[in-house]
């Protein structure tokens, strides 16, 4: 069965740091793309960043380019989130999924808020 | 970027209605997407490539359409139905949600 697990969320200030990390098992991890996709309270979904098999090649929306870096360990099957810079509209729960969006996670919370 | 526009945003059916909600892109896509979520659960895929159903989706669901205009289709409304969808476009950077289409049981 395939399963992601977020964790890593919590309460943070704006303009400080935050890492989400997504451990990911019943499928062969290194062989997937993989993407975060958040979604702020009562709103809709918004893909967030995909990163490639080999982690060489990562996509961004402008909305968190050069602020939000995804990075993986395809020998720990995880995923990572870094996350700088964080402003009040980064609240949102953050879920982790492959890249064809086929499989997510349960979703991280993080508000960001003084 | 390519906007997508669902409609409509809310609708109520009753059951044994038929439903369809339709997702209409700014630019030509290849394939379109589904996905369902209940309240405080995470999105489950539900269409993929279009038209072809996620596992365990009942056969009352399909998809249909090409180019800039896409729907889901449910044939017999059923109370389980009752969620709110969205469409996703994979075709280009940045990927692309709908704004969610939120279904009700009448």
């Known amino acids: 069965e395939v399963q992601l697990v977020e964790s890593g969320g919590g309460l943070v200030q704006p303009g400080r740091s935050l890492k989400l990390s997504c451990a990911a098992s019943g499928f062969t991890f290194s062989n997937y793309y993989m993407a975060w996709v958040r979604q702020a309270p009562k709103k809709g979904l918004e893909w967030v960043a995909t990163i490639s098999t080999s982690g060489s090649r990562t996509y961004y929306p402008d909305s968190v380019k050069g602020r939000f870096t995804i990075s993986r360990d395809n020998a720990k099957s995880s995923l990572y989130l870094q996350m700088n810079s964080l402003k009040s509209e980064d609240t949102a729960t953050y879920y982790c999924?492959?890249?064809?969006?086929?499989?997510w996670g349960q979703g991280a919370s993080v508000t960001v808020s003084s | 970027e390519i906007v997508l526009t669902q409609s409509p945003t809310t609708m109520a059916a009753s059951p044994g209605e038929k439903v369809t909600i339709t997702c209409r892109a700014s630019?030509?896509?290849?394939?379109m997407h589904w996905f369902q979520q209940k309240s405080g659960t995470s999105p489950k895929p539900w269409i993929y490539?279009?038209?072809k159903l996620a596992s365990g989706v009942p056969d009352r669901f399909s998809g249909s359409g090409s180019g800039t205009s896409y729907s889901l289709t449910i044939s017999s409304m059923e109370a389980e139905d009752a969620a709110t969808y969205y469409c996703?476009?994979?075709?280009?950077?940045?990927?692309?949600f709908g704004a969610g289409t939120k279904l009700e049981l009448k």
């Open positions: 996703l476009q994979r075709s280009s950077y940045p990927y692309t």
């Open positions: 999924a492959r890249h064809v969006m086929d499989a």
């Open positions: 630019s030509s896509v290849s394939y």
């Open positions: 490539d279009t038209s």
